[in-house]
């Protein structure tokens, strides 16, 4: 056996680059997503649980208008690379800022909604445009 190890760490770097190389935009993002929530100090989607008071981090992939029980609200998806959660503002038809692609942290309160984790109403801070 001999003790040159070069050609396992090029192989090991080859497969890292084809990796990469191969992943879909979507994995990509979420790798990015995931190491932003992290270093914000903020608590992973998936790690939420059910009427949790959490902070996350994450980028909103839909917006849309939705009434709920005759009320308007404005719902938004969450993204952090780790699970969706659901955004929503009751009483509100849009609010500035509040955009697809835009990334923002939310604190709240978590309630399940049909086995989906929802904050309601959260405070939020947008993230600035230039860290996008």
Request: hydrophobic share 35%; net charge positive.
């Amino acid at each position: 056996m001999s003790g040159d190890t070069r050609g396992d760490k090029r192989g090991g770097r080859l497969r890292r680059m084809l990796g990469r190389l191969s992943s879909s935009q979507e994995e990509l993002l979420s790798a990015e997503l995931r190491q932003d929530t992290e270093n914000s100090g903020c608590t992973r989607i998936c790690d939420c649980g059910d009427r949790q008071i959490v902070k996350v981090a994450g980028t909103l992939r839909t917006v849309t208008q939705r009434p709920r029980a005759g009320v308007p609200a404005l719902e938004a998806e969450l993204f952090d690379g780790s699970a969706p959660l659901d955004v929503v503002w009751l009483g509100r038809r849009s609010i500035a800022g509040i955009e697809p692609g835009r990334r923002l942290i939310a604190s709240g309160r978590i309630a399940m909604n049909h086995g989906r984790p929802v904050l309601f109403n959260p405070k939020y801070e947008l993230r600035p445009i230039g860290q996008e």
